[in-house]
């Protein structure tokens, strides 16, 4: 691939990318420099979480999967009442394998539903508008492509029947923690009484577990971090030099935060379009977190975000927790 240098390089950022590109030059400019992992999946970075997610030191998939495979009726019962009509409403939904089960099994019962799954990927919202009617025939399927908060609005505007959520995969713990607290308050915000949540998040548990988790051996984690330099460089027109820059993960048993970074190998400046970014040595880039919860925390945050938590469900070795809630 030709080498963009700064002078070279088409720097016109367009108008889809203008947020990235802000976002990208106000966290490198901040001191700790720092990236929003929100970022990670482009295209390559949704690859590279599907390799990770079946990988064999990354556990949170396959505990979430046990639960929802294993533990599929009582779920079900957990979230809905006889005659209920209901929406199945999914944030984040990707190819919505876990809730596959929950759908199937809603369908053998012939449940009075329709599924929303809402996603920011309008790839994700066709893929699933097209196969789930493939796989699942008989279900009453409306995809919504856009921000989580602004398709409940719509979805709100559509039907006025009791909703259930599905918010899985410990998405929640990708946000610092009172960004997950004032998340699930607007969510509350956004519900009714008697609405209900189902929301996965991944337990503290032995550290060396967990930090093995985001430090695999095959390096698929530390490319994943690396990804969001690559993606930088094509899409804000950059010059990283992806090879100084090393991937760092930690795990914090106390706070239950672990947190990844990537450290300059050495001094250097990179531009990103007309700005240029300065790295000390040893300088980091904080890129993510992957909160881990106690069973009490998870209760508390519903507590604090007016929802009563009302049931609990967990894989066999206790890592993962799948939590009902109700509004
Ligand atoms: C999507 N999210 C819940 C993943 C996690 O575990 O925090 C993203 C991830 N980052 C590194 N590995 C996986």
Known sequence: NPVITPEKANCTISEENRQFYADVIAGLKSEPKHLDSKYFYDANGDKLFQELMNCDEYYPTNCELEIFSEKTAEICDALIADGDAFDLIELGAGDATKSSFLLKYLLDKNADFTYLPIDISDNVISYLNITLPVTLPGIKITGLNGEYFQMLKKAATISSRRKVVLFLGSNIGNMPINDAIEFC??????????????????????????????????????????????????????????DQFEHYPTYDPESGACKSYLISLQDQEVMIGHEKVSFKKDEYIYMEISQKFTIMQTDQIAINTGFQPVGQFFDTKKWFIDAVWVA
Do not use: Q, W
């Open 185 to 242: 308050r607007e969510l509350r915000g956004n519900l009714s009484e008697g609405d209900m949540v189902l929301i996965g998040m991944d337990l503290k548990k032995d550290p060396r577990v967990i930090l093995a988790a985001y430090n695999d051996k095959d390096g698929i984690t530390r490319e994943f971090n690396l990804n969001l330099l690559r993606r930088i460089n094509r899409e804000l027109h950059a010059d990283f030099n992806i």
